[in-house]
């Protein structure tokens, strides 16, 4: 009999969902115990649901059924819940379980900006675990950690590592995001076919308040939120899976370009010390050619195979006025979506959190 | 017999020759003497060269036949030439009309950063035509005139208004640019299907000096760049017409959002003074609408119907740590392309320069 | 005071009731009396349920407010309803509208099979208006003319020329739709990036039957089906307006292609005949290039302006094996929704029927 | 040292070449010894010119040189070459490799209709290899052996599996090609993004004789063509990888749905007999769901791994007036290119052919 531990991925007909449910085939320290979702899908089959496209799921996954959510049961199965469940019904199902007692490893937003919980990026910032302890839940072993928003994780390992080497002042960014990251339906194709859209609803002041918590502290009882500014403009655009970011940086100090590069390419966190499974062994690619990154060749960067999509890779690293400019494509939904939450309780599986 | 004046139109196979020709039909000022495009072309109909998809043309024009390209015998018919040749070609073509006598009105960028050669977008520096006159072949009635490249067009008329008001120090831009602004055939589909392209060719460069040239002054027989400064990051997506841009100010005054708006929204040029017949009535459009502008529905925004597609259009006008954040779309062919170049030219007409 | 017919619109907020909008602004016969739709959008204005992206409406429409559904109200004030409300509401809404005296011309399909209700293109089948006067509210003035799905829409009036010049036994069909036929929201937008969808509900029979109802006949209270055999294999393309279709002919005769190409070229039908607003002046248009129709240049044939949309572009006749093939591509929302219906009603107005 | 079978790889910096170099990666029966292209690659690295975007080649592949291509090196060299050059190229190339004793593998079109040059897809007829052995070259050692053109070869299978089950009439094709089957840069963005594109150069006659031929029978010295016929209408879509193409069959019997559905399911040919490494465990995928096949979900059928892609998948299984309606998913580029020579070239090595 495994003893792996038993989770649960909740919200399994969805893009997030599912993509917890790939990262979690053959996993060596999780098995799944039920794939959950709401009670207009109990009893579908994984398959009948599919929305994952290029990955291929195994014969057995597609024949598990899918079952109505039931946090009672769940927690009396499950020590840990991935939740990839709509924001608005996340907020009271996730301190629901927390609450029974089990480790709710979360995409939702609902419960980022709470005062105990911490947005976990765990080549960034694995210190703020520290907060969970200070969850009321904790007590009985439930807590909820959340990764952060697509946008926003797929620029918060180079952000870290630049202001660890260089000291960070200001962040201007756009983003180029895929449509998957608005889930299924989604953004209805009239919309975006030839088309921008220069507007996704909060998603700005996500960014700008997620990145500075994520790279802030947790000291006293409290988070303290790093003192950079960041300003955000976010659009859709018709590219299906992989986020590009174009960055304006204002750093401390004035690195040359090749230095950026080499403290870019050479940063490792917490994951690749520790070896996780899903850890990409470099967290950052660094490319050099002239037109690079782009999603379709640089969205499921990462090796070793687990970690495909795990990686965020920047290019075009050049410079114009004293600011350090750079274009970033990471996986939204793996690093930036799914696979973010599952390398957080990778780590926290070797910790002993679980 | 018209006493129009006579232009010719080069690289009428083209994407932006075949929108000098568009914006040709029945103006009230110009009439087409011919159509050039290299050997290749001669004797080819227009319509059986046709790349231009959302503009029916007139069928005297569909039958016109290209003619090969030949400096002595367009001095000899015309006034005027408009070109909408590639910068290679350009540059020495170009130079060699002017020494003969024509006023050559271009797309191209090859004479942008010439030294009396201006970059005129006529709501913002008409003042600028003084520096036609210290062209050598001015005497002999020959100059060039350009346009500018069409991402720095889409915005440079709001940032002229807003520099006005407010001042301006610093810029920060990045584009989700067209891809028929890269011509035909262009951005090869495999490249641009779901997918961001991060790099066009210079285009970085082109806006952080262009706008400087254009926001700038001449006098004293050269030019002085504007001191604000521009940070671009220029990217291509899948959009067939339109140029989106997200814009971050640093505006020297604390005006509100409203008063932002409102300076946008009334600003009027000497286009609109003289109600040149191409001109819009209101060059910036501004929208209020939570996810506007976008290209699809704003691309060919402008009143009346001979200026639609000259207009940019302002949304999203926000404030982020000091900063004013706003989006723009205006179309990069029409507007940041020929219709730029026919709006310099009616100009000239009714200042007696041609 | 206009003496125009008054017209309702029915599902103004929707993909269909715009494009009636469009049809209707500064009509000759109609003039709107108003924009109806659920409550939902009631009090909204025209301009904020924005859906229709390549047409620039008039100021005054931007500005009308939608109405909540009356038929009561709709039936006192309007002599005429357009439709475009999905088939589900339509079937009851519809029949009360009839029953209180309305004319309803729908393009909507739940009555497309009813016992006496034609459906009707007006280059084709005008005899089966016959049939409304079966129909049990036509004593009190009301009735139900519906006009066909859009792909039946696209290819019946070429399999018309070529039925009457030549005898037809059979038609292969394959439909590349777009996106705009599913309506709005419709098709999520992970769907069909980078997608062929092979499957329309209902949308192959519909052609079967739809084709064969309209190219029959309606004698003796009943309507005869033609009797060749549709085979049709319908899908959904990354495209927005304009549907292509592939047809493989099995024809009674054996014209050569240029006799093929003569009949569809010289082609016309009662609102040819009649000049009636909306009718192009060829309802078929043949290409000769080896690579037209396509959806980017042929969507909007047809002249004069306000029959933008209205005509059918047919290319690349060619033979294999004794049959005749050919693609035709045709506006989808114009010809093949809106602009139909406006086209009957034009008819109707002009034989007395309204 | 290994005693793999050493190949050469031609057009290596192209779509198939490096689909080639994909399949050929720790391929147990060949090893590259060279990628070869023309003189203005020469040198440059493989990583640098990378085309294909769903596959990470292993680094000591992205680090090969390319090799100019040099007829007589590879003689000596290599016993088979596999091309993915332009046919205008082909033509001669394959001729001289084959005349120098190279068995060549090819994707080209040049020799397909050559008097004993076999189109083969092993799964289909396997039996025409004796054609080879006619070939002037064999005696010593040199031979081309072609793969069919993409969209042929995602039917044949199929219409294999009903030919000899059920007998077979005529074929009703439509097809909805991928850009990548147009190669690199191949398709104008401006001309596929929202466009459908009816037309590629030579592609339904090449539908109409390769089925035929390979369909067909090899006996005394010459090809005899199978006598059904075939329609085809080929159109490319706006889709990356994976050909849909639309089917009507008029078959002899009148076999039960489900019966087609089993025959297709159920049918295996020599690669599957053989366990050839690259053929997948069922070469027709049969899907129930009501809207399958599609690009995004099929495209890469095909177990076990270094069989994704070479598998078709055919849905919607229906009858319509007595014909048999059915839809195909294949990958153009693996199946429908690279891949088909691969599986050829492991017949031929398991058949002591090489």
Redesign the interface.
Known sequence: MSDKVKVAVLGATG?IGQRFVQMLEDHPYFEIEGLYASERSEGKRFA?A??V??Y?YKQETLDMRIKKMDTKHISEACRVAFSGIPSDLAAETETDLAQKGVAVYTNAGSHRMDAHVPIIVPEVNTDQFESIKDQETYSNGGYIVTNANCSSTGIVVPLKALMDAYGLN?V?V?T?QA??GAG????????????????ISHE?EKM?SELAKMLGTYSMGSFNFADF?????C?R????DGH?E???LDLKDTPSLQEVADTLASFRGEPQKLGLPSAPEAPIIVRT?????????DV?AGTPVRA?GMASTV??IRQ??G?Y?M?VVSHNTLRGGAGGSILNAEYAYRKGLL
């Open positions: 893009m009948d599919l929305k496209r290029d291929v200001q201007f756009s180029y449509i998957s299924y339906p989604g953004v209805p194709s009239l919309d975006i076919v030839s088309n921008v859209l220069p507007f700005e700008e500014k960041v300003m955000a403009n659009a655009v018709p590219v299906i590009t174009s960055l304006v050619e002239e037109n690079r990154p782009q999603p379709v060749f499921y495909r290019g075009r114009s006025n600011y400019k274009w």
